[in-house]
């Protein structure tokens, strides 16, 4: 343990390597800023010191090599302090991690709500070392939100997003996934690169991009390229024909131009079409393979493609409804990811509660996966997610902890969380929060919870109290899948019915405590619980009605809750509630009337 005295830095230096730059640099001149913020001391940067290296004073002892990448260690001494960490981003890590210690808090919602304290005393700090407990840490957002053929729509989001990237770089992310339709017309927001740049954060490309990769145009040519229906039948829709080697050949060439276009991408991401039974192949060679084969075949095909063209990247196969199960007889190439994406799962439970029966399949299947793969898996998860939970308010803290320890303890190297924007940013803040902080290290989520509610001062307990008290409510109707598609089956929605029916009440009088503090920022979380109550009554109709045998006519609970939302100011619901809710609310009201 050292004394660090603010004095000190009066005659301090920041040394950092001669050849320096990206986010080595950045982590240095974020350390001066806060710390001239902080002391009102501007301390130089001098370019002498060692690579991946930051040296503030005049320390000497170097810390032992570290182990991994991802680690960092902050060595306080006498003279000064160094931080050395195993790469340019972990050391950016290190910066923050050491002002953290020094008393700054970051926020979620912006640099107006950081807390920088002025820093006067001395402190005694600790030598901290760290290593992530997940090798990747990102977060992911479909790119068709950003409405980027939409000027009106994309500019006003763009400072959103450099806020939340500025807060991805405290926080300990490392990678950002933008996930491509067939219908989409570019794979990155190239305004937005910078800042993912020089806070080192990779990167990674395409999604739902396999009917991309094989050019429709070339049905009128080739159709033995496309796949075919079960009566032999082929047609340009879903993906390719998986035995047609002329086929994976010109998906694994235009993934390869994909990469050698977009050197950035540190991570392809081959998905089929988003369908629910997946647009797969059903010819004569292709009928003996499961949808998984299939699947993977195209990934291997891709990974072979990028390392024969010298561009190797690691490339993400999708293990995501029709294909959740390892049904495998192919073998991975040595540079394919499984990519395991539970979204049918039950979310009031952690995946691995063996009391779960939704739960038991998916832990299963993930247990398998890691064996097939050799460990090579990334967890795609939905705490974030918008749709999945219909713009409701769905604090789901304590089960984010326990499949993060569980995904931990199996030795998954890599998570991503799904998100869309500030929306997510509002209605799901203690989700994100503790995946963040368990991403890093062993946490309760009650941690990121009490953390989170120390913007609301001496309100803070009660307000925790009723995030609390939201979660004990939304745990027994999360149970599902999408909030708006409640089973259909008698027996399943016999058992919802209750559990919806008692949470309404409670998240009225959720609501309304929160409205009794009279704060903008819980005025406004006071408006997403009643239109989680609002979707919620409009569910409880179509339970009623699937038990009565009726037609299912809910539509007018879901228009008025809606309205809830079209009140709320934009800075809380960002451009997603703005546009893209309610185009949900349109799009699941037209499938509803279409059944």
Not at 57 to 74: E, K, Y
Not at 235 to 261: H, K
Not at 555 to 568: G, H, M
Request: hydrophobic share 40%; net charge negative.
């Amino acid at each position: 343990m050292a004394n660090f005295a603010p004095t000190a830095l009066q005659s301090a230096t920041i040394r950092i390597d001669a050849a320096a730059g990206g986010a080595v640099t950045f982590a240095a001149s974020e350390l001066q800023r806060y710390l001239q913020r902080m002391t009102g001391v501007h301390v130089p940067i001098a370019h002498d010191g060692a690579p991946k290296t930051l040296v503030l004073g005049s320390a000497t002892t170097m810390p032992a090599a570290l182990q991994g990448t991802q680690s960092f260690v902050i060595n306080p001494e006498p003279a000064g302090v160094t931080l050395r960490a195993g790469s340019s981003r972990a050391l950016l890590s290190a910066v923050y991690a050491l002002l953290e210690r020094l008393g700054c808090r970051w926020s979620l919602h912006g640099l107006d709500e950081e807390i920088v304290p002025r820093l006067d005393a001395s402190v005694q700090l600790d030598r901290i070392e760290q290593t992530p407990r997940f090798a990747v840490r990102g977060y992911a957002s479909d790119i068709m939100t950003w409405h980027y053929t939409q000027p009106e729509h994309f500019h006003g989001r763009l400072d959103d997003d450099r806020s939340f990237i500025d807060w991805m770089g405290k926080s300990g992310a490392n990678a950002f996934l933008y996930i491509r339709h067939p219908f989409d017309t570019q794979l990155t927001i190239p305004e937005l690169i910078p800042d993912f740049q020089r806070r080192g954060i990779d990167l990674e490309y395409g999604g739902h991009v396999i009917p991309l990769l094989l050019p429709r145009e070339l049905y009128r040519e080739h159709p033995d390229y496309f796949p075919a229906a079960a009566d032999g039948a082929r047609t340009d829709l879903g993906n390719l024909c998986t035995s047609n080697a002329a086929a994976l050949t010109t998906a694994s060439a235009n993934a390869v131009q994909y990469v050698r276009d977009y050197p950035e991408m540190r991570a392809v991401h081959i998905w089929g079409a988003d369908l629910w039974h997946g647009g797969w192949c059903r010819c004569a060679d292709c009928a003996t393979l499961s949808v998984q084969d299939q699947s993977l075949r195209v990934c291997n095909s891709v990974a072979q493609g990028l390392d024969e063209a010298g561009v190797a990247r690691p490339v993400c196969y999708l293990a995501y409804h029709d294909t959740i199960d390892a049904e495998l007889s192919v073998h991975p190439d040595r540079n394919v990811v499984v990519e395991f994406a539970p979204r049918e799962r039950c979310y009031g439970h952690a995946i691995n509660d063996a009391a779960c029966t939704t739960n038991q399949r998916y832990a299963a299947a993930l247990q398998r996966y890691v064996e097939l793969f050799d460990g090579r898996v990334r967890i795609f998860e939905y705490y974030g997610d918008a749709i999945l939970y219909f713009g409701c308010a769905a604090p789901i803290s304590d089960v984010i902890a326990a499949d993060m320890d569980y995904y931990a303890r199996l030795g998954v190297p890599g998570i991503t969380l799904l998100q869309f924007g500030s929306y997510s940013l509002w209605a799901y803040p203690l989700n994100i929060l503790t995946f963040a902080t368990a991403s890093r290290q062993a946490g309760v989520a009650a941690d990121a919870r009490r953390g989170y509610c120390e913007r609301f001062g001496s309100r803070a307990s009660a307000v925790a109290d009723l995030f609390v008290a939201l979660e004990d409510v939304m745990r027994s109707v999360t149970t599902y899948g999408d909030i708006r598609r409640p089973p259909r089956q008698l027996d399943e929605a016999r058992r919802l019915l209750p559990r919806v029916e008692g949470a309404l009440p409670c998240l009225a009088r959720i609501s309304e405590c929160f409205s009794s503090f009279g704060d903008d920022t819980l005025l406004a979380q006071a408006a997403l619980v009643r239109y989680t109550h609002g979707v919620l009554t409009g569910v409880r109709q179509h339970l009623h009605d699937t038990l009565a045998g009726h037609p299912r006519d809910a539509e007018a609970r879901y228009t008025e809750a809606l309205q809830v939302i079209e009140a709320v100011d934009r800075r809380f619901k960002g451009l997603w509630g703005s546009v893209d809710l309610p185009i949900m609310h349109r799009l699941f009201a037209a499938a509803a009337h279409a059944e």
